[in-house]
């Protein structure tokens, strides 16, 4: 009797205790999908309501068995990506029929799928409610929102309407909990830039506070570091909709480097349509990945993962043992004089994701190279089993980024040449490209920014984990000895968004 009573106390002091203990070691488990999406073949034609439905339900369909499956795992949460319902390319008129209007859940609670008369024209927000509450699961998706306004509103746009690309997320009951505009929008000519941006988080009862952004936006102060720095987020949900862009923008690649850089945990997903290589999803904590990159089939992947919570005390860096190479001390800077641009010998620029790079070759079984860009220099020390058709090239560039929009990157970049020639040098390596090269290395850079984004990509597109990475004195830096298979590109990736 008493036994049984205290037994209860017991259980009533951990349910209401639960979530505080939740943050000392906890886990839960999220789950992504990479969605390999059905396309409208002619999505700037005006199509009806029903027709847009039907489209739609085709890929609906997917995420209720993806939904389904993630629950039979026990994930709590799952994300899908962007754009995952309807595509791209449409113009102002033709989303209008993909479109439905969502509610703000910080002015109201509602649950579609348990209210469906309440608001018309929700048929999608239905759908996906009722999976989240059928799976008991949240349910992070991405569809176009649209507001009406009229001449009240002085910036209402001249067909009275706004249109977000939204992210909109469902709670395990099928509440609509958070609901995201897309600040930083990339060639959507159908959609609006909020006029505020929009810092949204949403609370779980098994992991606290996420923090919600899309695709673009992960390369801008606003929200995303806003989110991290103001509301303290420590974890993030990232639909995206990605073009990967080798060696340095990666989709997995930039996942794992801003989840590292950052220090949190970050749940992406990302479209799979090889043919536009997209492709590049995944799971990643400040010590523990789980992705998925696929250029070869034109299947969808689910990826479901134990997530440790963040602790308070976690930060940006691993903790790892130091590595030095060679007898070099770590600590002390380097005796060797830094190069000036163009002044030695080797020096050479070369064009990489659009920017103009002042490369050195990195040659020989070992060496100690340091290039400069304006008041940044890179240093590379490195030994290795270089296989001498395989040309390597260490960069740095310091400097406005101009193409698509403009923004100020500082970065050193160790990469695989893709031709026989060093003229090739930051040109694009695929993934179907074989490198066997191994190179021991230790990366440094003296940034001006203190937000740096660093990564590991190895043969076929696979990520590695520095062993040592993070700041050291004024320069940052990152190490990697016995890396898991030929080098692709070592990358310090920095943004200096003041300068933007
Ligand atoms: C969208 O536009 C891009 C660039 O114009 C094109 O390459 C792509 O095939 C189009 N995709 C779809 C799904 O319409
Ligand atoms: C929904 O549409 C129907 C038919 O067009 C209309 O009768 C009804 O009032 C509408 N309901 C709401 C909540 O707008
Ligand atoms: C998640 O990981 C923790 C720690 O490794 C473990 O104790 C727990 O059982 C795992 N949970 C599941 C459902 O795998
Ligand atoms: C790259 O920069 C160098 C040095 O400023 C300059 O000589 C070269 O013309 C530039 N290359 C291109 C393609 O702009
Ligand atoms: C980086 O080092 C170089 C060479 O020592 C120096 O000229 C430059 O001012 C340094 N940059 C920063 C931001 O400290
Ligand atoms: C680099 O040098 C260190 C120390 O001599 C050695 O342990 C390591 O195996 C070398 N790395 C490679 C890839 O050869």
């Not at 039979?72 to 595509?87: S, T």
């Not at 959507?188 to 936006?217: I, Q, W």
């Not at 490209?433 to 076929?460: A, V």
């Amino acid at each position: 009797m008493q036994l049984s009573v205290l037994i209860k106390i017991a259980a009533l002091w951990q349910c209401s205790f639960g979530l505080s203990q939740a943050s000392e070691g906890a886990h839960y488990i999220a789950a992504v999908y990479e969605h390999n999406i059905i396309f409208n073949p002619d999505p700037k034609v005006p199509r009806s309501r029903q027709a847009a439905l039907d489209h739609m339900k085709e890929n609906l369909d997917i995420y209720e068995e993806q939904v389904a499956a993630a629950a039979k795992q026990g994930a709590q949460i799952i994300v899908f990506p962007e754009d995952g319902l309807h595509g791209f390319n449409y113009t102002r008129e033709s989303i209008v029929s993909y479109s439905e209007t969502i509610p703000d859940p910080a002015s109201m609670s509602w649950s579609p799928c348990l209210q469906p008369e309440r608001f018309n024209g929700t048929e999608v927000l239905h759908r996906l409610s009722c999976m989240a509450h059928k799976h008991a699961v949240y349910l992070v998706a991405n569809m176009p929102d649209r507001q009406e306004c009229d001449s009240t509103d002085p910036h209402c746009p001249p067909d009275g309407r706004y249109q977000f690309n939204t992210d909109v997320v469902f709670s395990d009951d099928g509440t609509i909990v958070a609901r995201y505009h897309k600040q930083n929008l990339y060639f959507e000519s159908e959609f609006n830039t909020p006029r505020e941006c929009e810092y949204v988080t949403f609370d779980t009862p098994f992991a606290g506070r996420f923090g919600l952004f899309t695709c673009f936006d992960i390369l801008f102060h606003e929200p995303v570091i806003t989110l991290l720095e103001k509301y303290q987020v420590k974890q993030m949900i990232f639909p995206t909709a990605w073009f990967n862009e080798a060696p340095l923008l990666s989709a997995h690649q930039f996942q794992k480097a801003f989840a590292t850089g950052s220090g949190i945990n970050l749940l992406a997903a990302n479209l799979h349509h090889p043919p536009l290589r997209m492709t590049g999803s995944g799971i990643f904590t400040p010590s523990h990945s789980v992705y998925h990159f696929d250029m070869e089939t034109d299947k969808g992947r689910l990826l479901v993962s134990n997530v440790s919570l963040p602790t308070d005390s976690e930060t940006g860096s691993p903790p790892t043992s130091e590595v030095c190479m060679k007898s070099q001390d770590c600590g002390k800077p380097s005796a060797s004089k830094p190069v000036a641009d163009g002044a030695a010998p080797g020096t050479f620029h070369g064009s990489m994701s659009s920017d103009n790079y002042t490369f050195v070759p990195v040659q020989g079984a070992e060496g100690d190279l340091t290039v400069c860009d304006g008041s940044l220099c890179c240093r590379l020390l490195y030994n290795g089993s270089h296989v001498p058709e395989e040309l390597y090239a260490f960069g740095v560039f310091n400097g406005l980024h101009t193409a698509a929009r403009q923004f100020y990157l500082e970065v050193c970049a160790l990469v695989r040449c893709p031709g026989d020639t060093f003229a090739s040098c930051g040109g694009e390596v695929t993934a179907g490209d074989q490198t066997i090269t191994t190179i021991d290395f230790h990366l440094e850079g003296n940034f001006s920014t203190r937000y740096i984004y660093p990564s590991i990509l190895t043969s076929g597109m696979q990520l590695d984990s520095p062993d040592r990475v993070g700041w050291e004195k004024e320069s940052y830096v990152m190490s990697k000895k016995h890396i898991s298979g030929g080098l692709v590109t070592a990358t310090l990736y920095g943004r200096h968004y003041e300068k933007d």
